[in-house]
């Protein structure tokens, strides 16, 4: 099979030497994985009128939470009313198929839920929460239908998921959960049948109308949601059935049901689901082993013989399923003949970069290899490596604590040390496969070692009397280093270069003179204390920054490469972690060092949005832009230095956006995604900011937003970057 | 899907939505404005909901005078919401009387609907939604002021201190 063009191929060519840097960076822009400044420019359009329109939303929703006594109830219906009819007026007027129209429906789907919110504020009834989710996933069901896209259906299925869901909580108390799933309950069991049928249901309507309804309607032969739910019902039914097994309650209907869908996702399509056979196949082990350890099945002979022999059976588990996925996927291949253009994008590619006089004819071969794994078929054996190695080294563990019962502190310690090299060294062994259970095990060896290191020397540093807690996360920190330069896995670098940061951070709140106690941030504070923290958390930020000037310095050495590239990563991550770790601690008003993770918390902000307009300004050099051009990019990008002030995770959250885009990342956008739902959910909760303002806020960004989006727009022309003049393959 | 049957789609969702929205808003006001006054005595404590905003979560005491009464029928087939009798003081104060048999009312004496969970009986709202910052304002409710139809329905519609007073941050 011929590959596509990628960034690894052509960044593996120019470390060999077959291409120059021109070339690369040409086949970069040429493939779309470096953006042009037409691609910025998109980029920023959509996150600006994405971001603006939620922020215009999550503003209403505020206003609407805080139930502002003075304003009648009737105005809060008649202005909610007015909106929904507003935007649904408009996507009849667009015409509900429309891109347009489709973004007016899920506007006004969305309406639908605050609408309710203040009918249930203003009648309290005792009506249910579920029955709010009821009401809206009925609303809901009708602009589905007329809207015709996967995302409508999507939303639909999350509220008729929480209306299902909430009414089987309700019903049930918490505190009985226990009773529930160790006992049986039958009552709670059968209406949580019930909801997994209502989710079978869905599924089946699905795939019909795939079926026979998928040639005119493309839209309905998405797959990510069928197997979406097909993932979270899978998913629900193994609970279910293991619940049988260990509580020796049979319920056949139940049973019925499971097989049904287990069979349904496996077979019933024309085209079989590789997706789906692994959830079914992944469901069947895990019941399997909750059979075994119900029968106690290698449980007799101590804990260390059990947690050693599991780690054999979740290995063997684990190759049975990947063998059985591999032969079903080679049964499911396309014949070789129909292999996609892949020869097209490279001649491409080649004619793209001779007419430039980058390259000698002849020089891009295309590459051969044997069709990879799928990743969900490389996420199981990722899995079944982190169970096996984590039940392989607790067994390692209790075998040491157990035979040798080492009780004095500096054997301890050497222990630490010992056992953390030694993981490290398992894990160097286990690293030279190309399959992902053994790079998972590997991973989780060399992250065990990374804590015996980093634990040893922790507990050495412990026995300083001064300083001790900052003396032992910067001891923490050189371990993590050690073991970053030790061990050269990607993933694993990330996580040590996130948490070595991470324990930098901590050391630098730990330090006397910089920690500040008083529980309001607006005293006086000290000049020079304020200084350091902003130097320190600017020096940060400018440092990631740094990294993404300079990349064409280091990306073309595949050593430097492999040691800055996972180093950046997981500093961006330290940051956001950090964030989280300030407004976890902040809300739970634990007052050591309060004022001290405010301050910083706020400074992050603010350097994120300094380091962001400093990187604009110097993107916009490298493109040559006049001068003029690039401070009035520099100041756009620099309003978000008094935002990163207030609301230090959007700022922090864009300059990652902005990364995701400069290195075409997709995790980082799904880390920084994760980010930014978590931390708008949790300024709903927090109470530093009445509910009020909180919606004055968001509403005035949204619209601030939204304007920006708009001159945005304006200024800059859709000019087409003058390597690209030529219709490249990402261009669609 | 033709684009006009979508836009027929549509336009029914919006007239539906909007209809029975408002014919709801409607049933409501008119069980507000001329329900029976009844008052309940409460223990409350104060949350943050979704999209709701704050509230204080309300116990009845009446909710365990009715769980009483219903251990001693020691009935296994009890109906998801039933109906009780509920005795109406001078000063518009309730009391529990009994479980719903049939007979016909006193004077003084109104039916309220209430619904049985596996956690146990719920009487009427289980909430009261404010304003946010309104909390110590409704710190001293004592009892709940709530609207009864005939039916039983039930509407909440004033927290009241101790000495029987409305708490109000502006009039509605």
Redesign the interface.
Known sequence: MVMQPSSSVLLSWARQGHIGPDALEAALLYLGIRPDPAAWRRFWLWVLQLGGALSLVCGV?FF???????M??FAK?GLL?AL??AC??A??YK???THAGVLC?LG?GIL????L?V????????AE?WE?FRGWTL?LL??A????RPFLFFLLWITASLWGGLHLL????IS?FERIFFQGDS?FIIRWMYFQAGQAAFLLAWEIGSAFLGRTRPWLRTRWLPRLVFFALSASLTVSMAEHITSRHINIWHISLYLGVLVAGGSWRRRPDLFMEACGLCSLAALLAVWLIQVEFLMNNGITVGLLGWSLLISGFTAVVIRILRFRQGNMAQPAATAPECPDAWTALRRHLEARGLLKAGVLPPVCRAPGPPWFVSLVQGLGGWLAACLLLGGVAALLILTLDIRDAGVQRVGFLLFGGAALLAANLCASGREQFGSQFSLALALTGMGGLGAALAEWASLFDFMTLAFMALAGACGVAIAYCLHHAFIFRVIASCAFFFCVMFAWLEVPPLRLDRAEIFLPLDGLTLTLHALFWGSLCLLLIWGQLREKRWRLSQARAAFLEPGFLGLYIALLCFLVFCEALGDMHVHIFDASLKISSKLLGVCAGAALARWTFGLAGAWRAPTGVRLGLAAAAGLLIPAGWFLPGLSLSLLGLALCRQAGSRPLLGVTGCFLLAYFTNF??TLTL???YKSILLAGSGALLLILAGLLAKILPKGQNPNTEEAAPHAA | ?P?KR??L??????LC??GG??W??LR?EQL?RGGAEVLLELAPRDP???????YMELRYLLQQDVADALEQTRRNDMPSDIMVILLVRADNTAVFARLDDGAPLAENELRLRC?L???GV?????????????AALYEKARYGELRVGEDG?????FLRDASLQRIL??D?
């Open positions: 929703i609407i939470a805080w139930n502002w006594a003075d009648h109830p219906f009313q929904l009819a649904l007026g996507a009849l015409g509900p198929e429906l006004g639908v839920g605050p609408l919110a009918y249930g504020q203003t009648y309290q009834t005792g929460v709010l609303a009708p602009l239908l007329a809207g015709q309700q019903e049930i108390p009985s009552n709903y909760y009445s509910l009020l | 899907m684009r979508s836009r789609l549509v336009a029914g969702m919006l939505l909007l929205f408002n709801s808003v409501q507000r943050r909901a979704l999209l709701l905003g704050d619904r969970r596996n956690f719920r009487v009427a709202a289980k909430a009261f939604y404010f304003q946010e910052g309104h329905a039930s509407l909440l519609v941050p502006r509605y």
